[in-house]
T-cell receptor
């Protein structure tokens, strides 16, 4: 399977715990995006990498959130001190160049904070 | 900032009916426009796109035309099938630094046999 892969698919955690999600993009894609989708809403942009550089972060990304893409391949999204409001689907997407090019999405990681 | 507005759902149609899902946008410059589809249990998939005014995107019998004068990108299909039941998202990319997508809230389409 050469699509975008996300792990885990589901995560249940207690409030205050830290969680980390992983995204493996399509191998030749240099751009990687994280989005968050809550029930009944469309995905909202969180952050973006070009290769290993994190070039933009949404104001939605509070200081409890951190994302990395250490070697320009896979990426991780960590949420520290989770809150119930963090419960959402976290989507990863990748594309291979700027502008008008299809972004391929993974199936997402569904986070539930109890 | 950029925004996308699409019709609220759910939209329920009978098989072989004509489908229109309205989408309008607000953006600076000249965005690219997209329709994504999310089938039950699956990730978002690009359905079609248009990159400049008057372009028509088409795929799987679906069509949408980039109308700059009305800032719209309505999705249409002449004869829907049960297998078209899904959530449809209109989105734009303004081609800026991140080139990320701005999505509408999604329209849940239900096709009854």
């Amino acid at each position: 399977d050469t699509g975008v892969s996300q792990d885990p698919r589901h995560k249940i955690t207690k409030r205050g715990q830290n969680v980390t999600f992983r995204c493996d993009p399509i191998s030749e894609h240099n751009r990687l995006y994280w989005y968050r989708q809550t029930l009944g809403q469309g995905p909202e942009f969180l952050t973006y990498f070009q290769n290993e550089a994190q070039l933009e972060k949404s104001r939605l990304l509070s200081d409890r959130f951190s994302a990395e893409r250490p070697k320009g391949s896979f990426s991780t999204l960590e949420i520290q001190r989770t809150e119930q409001g963090d419960s959402a689907m976290y989507l990863c997407a990748s594309s291979n160049r700027q502008g008008n090019t299809e972004a391929f999405f993974g199936q997402g990681t569904r986070l539930t904070v109890v | 900032g950029d925004s996308v507005t699409q019709m609220e759902g759910p939209v329920t149609l009978s098989e072989e009916a004509f489908l229109t899902i309205n989408c309008t946008y607000t953006a600076t410059g000249y965005p690219s426009l997209f329709w994504y589809v999310q089938y039950p249990g699956e990730g978002l998939q690009l359905l079609l796109k248009a990159t400049k005014a008057d372009d028509k995107g088409s795929n799987k019998g679906f069509e949408a035309t980039y109308r700059k004068e009305t800032t719209s990108f309505h999705l249409e299909k002449g004869s829907v099938q049960v297998s078209d039941s899904a959530v449809y998202f209109c989105a734009l990319s303004d081609g800026g630094g991140a080139d990320g997508l701005t999505f509408g809230k999604g329209t849940h389409l239900i096709i009854q046999p």
